[in-house]
């Protein structure tokens, strides 16, 4: 039951993560001289949007299907 939600995280989650970091980089970019600084704050937005959409769904949909 749980199967295809988690099959699903696992595809589209990795997929937010570099969208998130490719449209935060390119705006930290443009308005932090240190590309190193925007670099990582990028990573870290890409790394919270992979979480985020990782664990989030899932368990919503376990939450509405199971209850």
Known sequence: ????????????????????????????????IDKSKARRRALEAGLVSFLFFLIIPPLLIWFFLIR
Do not use: D, Q, R, V
Not at 5 to 16: K, Y
């Open 1 to 32: 039951m749980l199967k295809l939600p988690l099959l699903i995280a696992l595809i589209f989650a990795p997929l937010a993560g570099a969208t998130a970091f490719i449209i935060t980089y390119a705006e930290y970019s443009k308005h932090l």
